[in-house]
T-cell receptor, first 111, second 113 residues
Framework: EDKVVQSPLSLVVHEGDTVTLNCSYE??????LLWYKQEKKAPTFLFML????IEKKSGRLSSILDKKELFSILNITATQTGDSAIYLC???????????FGTGTRLQVTL | KAGVTQTPRYLIKTRGQQVTLSCSPI?????VSWYQQTPGQGLQFLFE???????NKGNFPGRFSGRQFSNSRSEMNVSTLELGDSALYLC????????????FGPGTRLTVL
């Protein structure tokens, strides 16, 4: 059975801190790893990673994938209160559109 | 481009009833997937539709079913509702099957009393 594990489960930081969120996976026929941010309802897409060692960056957020060790990290620098959300990691396998999700990391950024 | 839309946004039903949820994908997207999100289980895959055919199904009972129309719009149906079906039901669309980013709709919050 495909498995995606995220850590930590929750995190409280002060504005301006840097955070690292972790995602490890054990799946059959890996295709891609995706990060989403969920604030109220719809998860919004952040990154999709398919190749090992190539960092994806968008503003203060960045992510990298290690296909040998089967994990990914999501970094957020200079955190802001608007970064408070649940961050979801998902893995796509084979040719299907099915994504297997981790339980998420709840990030709270305080003033 | 308009995003994924889902209707209704909120639903309250009683045990034993049935419910139909609707999803309109982003224009040009042909693959639609459905997920159930609960506090205990997180996001779990229900099924995937492409070209009006169910391509993949998650580990849910037969009470959960769906279909896709020729314009890629999709519906899911839950019959004989149980209390445990209370959840946020999310629909996601992608251009094609696999290998593509999935974009999520706002979800339908279903409460079963």
């Amino acid at each position: 059975e495909d498995k995606v594990v995220q850590s930590p489960l929750s995190l409280v930081v002060h504005e301006g801190d840097t955070v690292t969120l972790n995602c490890s996976y054990e799946v059959t026929n890996f295709r891609s790893l995706l990060w989403y941010k969920q604030e109220k309802k719809a998860p919004t897409f952040l990154f999709m990673l398919t190749s090992s060692g190539i960092e994806k960056k968008s503003g203060r957020l960045s992510s990298i994938l290690d296909k040998k060790e089967l994990f990914s990290i999501l970094n957020i620098t200079a955190t802001q209160t608007g970064d408070s959300a649940i961050y979801l990691c998902a893995v796509g396998t084979g040719t299907a559109s099915k994504l297997t999700f981790g339980t998420g990391t709840r990030l709270q950024v305080t003033l | 481009k308009a995003g994924v839309t889902q209707t209704p946004r909120y639903l309250i039903k009683t045990r034993g009833q049935q419910v139909t949820l609707s999803c309109s994908p982003i224009s040009g997207h042909r693959s639609v997937s459905w997920y159930q999100q609960t506090p205990g289980q997180g996001l779990q895959f229900l099924f995937e539709y492409f070209s009006e055919t169910q391509r993949n199904k998650g580990n849910f009972p037969g009470r959960f079913s769906g279909r896709q129309f020729s314009n890629s719009r999709s519906e899911m149906n839950v019959s004989t509702l149980e209390l445990g079906d209370s959840a946020l039901y999310l629909c996601a669309s992608s251009v094609d099957r696999g290998g593509d980013t999935q974009y999520f709709g706002p979800g339908t919050r279903l409460t079963v009393l």
